[in-house]
């Protein structure tokens, strides 16, 4: 039988964008048999039509008039990968409009316009799909949306930044901060501006986007507290070896008593624990939920050809059904309140610098006994003149950490607080060691 012909175009033509185009040159035919259909690229957005392209696109496909693809009532859909919210949100919205299905890897837009876009497309009744924004490679949207249907996800752990996780994985091995970072620079992890990665703004758009799809309501980047790795230095790396653990960027979505939260932080992460051996740019995503206990999904997590696999899949996805029901776009069923701010709780690691003087230590016992916070482990290390005190607590909540360590900066003998990490681990907190 012959392939149905499905004309497309893509939004931006760079790194993402050739890799489609790549793609659907040298696997026209795995496509074809799986679904019988010929996906063409037959425009592409850019700004610049002289630029080298990895990928020459043939001649005519490129095009920097936004009109000749939003007014081609041919073609069957859109993958949006030119990144950004301006213009992107609106040449969404209109292509949304004039009935298009769009696919995009756009985590920014999603994460901070996202509600607006999939009213949109619900009410055109086309899809919005959006593999590709988060981890790249690793097919987390369709395992939470398709494959997890009815098993009630309530706590997502993940490792969605491969920068910042190569930053990490490279200090482990003695490098500083900066080596770190430059590195990443230097092999193309990071890009020549890092802040949205190494800020956590990038992890937490990933994690505002699963939340809303596991808890089927709309988390945006708004909600999210975030915090990034630029404070963390070979202390914290140290530390967290002697309590053979590894320090990781971890976004949390947890949704507790009806309510969710979700937050990215610098966290120490037990080296039992699944996450603790995902290393360099990889990412990965622990999901737990009522039927499954847990299922961890690990892969590379950016990449122009790895980002390409899933908008492609996307774009199958789309070719391969009909209509618009409940499992396409972002399924929003309800409207959860998010937890306050300082309720979630976990176990602790807390850096602590004081003088080194008769009853500090247990001035700094009572300021967090007087907050509820209870105490597994606590070593004290000497420093010049002073002692470092590194404490692990016991499941508290984030707002009586934070109560416990701004009495403890009011103390006259406290110097620094230089860290104030959750604790990750499978193990019961006074199972760990500091060797
Ligand atoms: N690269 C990755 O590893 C990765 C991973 C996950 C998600 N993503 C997401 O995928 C998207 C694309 O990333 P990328 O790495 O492929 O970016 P990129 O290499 O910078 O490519 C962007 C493309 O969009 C075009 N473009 C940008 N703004 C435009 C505008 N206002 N009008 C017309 N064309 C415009 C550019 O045109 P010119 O070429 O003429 O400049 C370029 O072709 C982003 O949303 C990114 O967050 C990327």
Redesign the pocket.
Known sequence: MAPVDVPVAL???????AAVNRFLHENAGDIERATGHRLRVVKA?????K?E?DFPAAPGILT?D?AEIADNPKLSLVA?????LD??HKYILRLLESGKPVV??????LAQRGAELFATAQEAGVQLRFE??VC?AIPVIKVLRESLVVTNVHRILGIVNGTTNYILTQMELGASYEEALAEAKHYGYAEIDPTEDVSGADAAAKMAILATVAFGSRVTLADVQFEGVEHINSAHVAAARQMDMVIRLIGQAALVDGRYDVRVSPALVDRAHPLASVEGPFNAVMLQGDAIREITLEGPG???I??ASAVIADMVSIIGTTGAGFLHNDACWRTLDRLPAGELRSPFYMQISVDDRPGVLARVAECLASHSVSVARLVQTQVEGGATLHVVSHEATYGAIEGALEEIRGLPESREISAAFPVISQRGISELGWT
Request: aromatic share 6%; glycine share 18%; net charge positive.
């Open positions: 939004l931006g033509y760079g790194t993402v964008g957005l850019v700004r610049d039509l630029k392209r920097t936004f949006e990968v030119m990144g950004g213009p992107t995009t890897a756009n985590k920014q837009l590709a924004s790249a950016a990449g122009g790895e980002t």
